[in-house]
């Protein structure tokens, strides 16, 4: 059992390694001379989880929740926010890969959920919001004109309830709005025209919210934004001043650049 007060230490030996100040071999030595470390976990935390984690890629092997905590935390610390949300991508695969193998991993997606929370972040790492969201839109697609496309989104934006059915299944409405929002601006970032092309050919793209979703912003076609990932974390964190704001339009500078967009959907 790993000391919780040692949790720094292994994160500091780790990160010297990854930075390449001392060598692999010396860094599973550290751990196991001072903190009583099993050899293999060492180099499972050295070699595997520890520099995928940093590179926000995918990782199979896992930590006791605690440690995973800790290590995202020394991450905000040592290396800042944009390292963090990095490593936030890399611990939503790792999570939805544990999942697929039957352990849900509650704990740890209660810890990712407080990172997404704290950073303020919408919700835009939730694979679950996304495949509501691709359901509801391959279904309205083929079954709705854009006429009624637009009906639906006028029924959803007026209806109370955090459940609305589509094709006799139920979905949170708030991604029944921003599917039909997605359909109604044809998946591209309203900046740049592109989009992510999914595995299955379906375009993937973000909607990111213009008064942030914890100071009350609305799922309301004048609230969205559809933005490619890149876009999206610029929006999210370069240096925005929103010049004009109206139900139809948007004028803002984005880091030296000024945006004049359209809201509307007809």
Excluded: W
């Excluded at 994160?11 to 100040?21: L, M």
């Excluded at 997606?109 to 391959?138: A, G």
């Excluded at 914890?214 to 934004?225: V, Y």
């Excluded at 974390?233 to 948007?250: A, P, R, S, V, Y």
């Amino acid at each position: 059992m790993i000391n919780p007060n040692s949790n720094r230490t292994i994160f500091n030996i780790s990160k010297e390694v990854y930075e390449q100040k001392i060598s692999k071999s010396e860094g599973v030595n550290q751990l196991v001379e001072e903190l009583n470390f099993n050899r293999g976990s060492a180099q499972m935390i050295i070699g595997q989880i520890f520099p995928r984690l940093l590179d926000g890629e995918k990782f199979t092997r896992t930590l006791n929740i605690d440690l995973f905590d800790s290590f995202l935390k020394f991450i905000q610390e040592d290396y800042g926010n944009e390292r963090l949300i990095k490593s936030l991508n890399a611990l939503k695969m790792h999570i939805d890969y544990i999942k697929q193998k039957g352990d849900s991993k509650i704990g740890l997606r209660k810890v990712y959920q407080r990172y997404i929370d704290n950073l303020n972040l919408d919700e835009d790492f939730s694979r679950e919001d996304e495949e509501e969201q691709e359901e509801i839109s391959d279904y309205l697609k083929k079954n709705k004109t854009k006429k009624d496309l637009l009906n639906e989104l006028d029924k959803a934006e007026n209806d109370d309830s955090e459940k609305v059915t589509v094709n006799h299944r139920q979905y949170k409405r708030n991604n029944k709005i921003i599917a039909l929002i997605k359909i109604l601006r044809n998946f591209e970032c309203q900046i740049c025209g592109y989009y992510v092309k999914k595995r299955n050919g379906g375009k993937y793209i973000e909607a990111a919210h213009i008064r942030p979703k914890h100071k009350q912003g609305p799922e309301k076609p004048e609230n969205i934004l559809l933005l490619c990932p890149n876009h999206h974390k610029e929006f999210d964190f370069g240096e925005l001043t929103i010049k004009n704001h109206t139900n139809e339009n948007i004028e803002f500078h984005l880091n030296g650049e000024l945006y004049n967009l359209s809201l509307k959907l007809e």
